[in-house]
């Protein structure tokens, strides 16, 4: 129900203002997605009634390929997960192990990451300050 909540506000503000950011040279979300050509999709959906090239039949193009590439899996997995207790136990293990291991990753860049980059910073302005006081 979250994407739904996102989907349709996003359809109506592509349909309506979106165009217009795009002619102004504003790059969108789906202006990365025209570029794979979704006019043919919806020329080879609408059995060619919608030309290859048409602005309208590649948005709602891209809005139907996206509804079906994220909403439907989504649903689905979801679904699978509620009736199975097993699917769903592991999904939990898999979904702490990776919170531990991101937590793991962050922590030792905080303790260690930042300082070598300070670090290296400091000998790289030290290294340059010695080339500048070197009599010639």
Request: hydrophobic share 50%.
């Amino acid at each position: 129900m979250v994407y739904l909540v996102w989907w349709v506000p996003y359809s109506i503000w592509l349909l309506t203002y979106g165009h217009i950011l795009e002619a102004q040279g504003y790059e969108i979300g789906y202006t990365y997605f025209a570029t794979f050509g979704v006019g043919k999709f919806a020329n080879f959906l609408t059995c060619g009634k919608v030309s290859k090239d048409n602005k309208w039949g590649g948005m709602i193009s891209y809005l139907f390929v996206h509804f079906l590439c994220i909403f439907a899996p989504c649903i689905s997995l979801c679904y699978i997960f509620f009736i199975s207790y097993h699917a769903n136990i592991a999904l939990m293990i898999f979904a702490g192990a990776m919170t531990v291991h991101r937590g793991a990753k962050y922590y030792q860049y905080l303790m260690v990451g930042s300082f070598v980059k300070i670090l290296k910073d400091v000998e790289a302005a030290q290294a340059a300050d010695a080339c500048e006081t070197e009599p010639d």
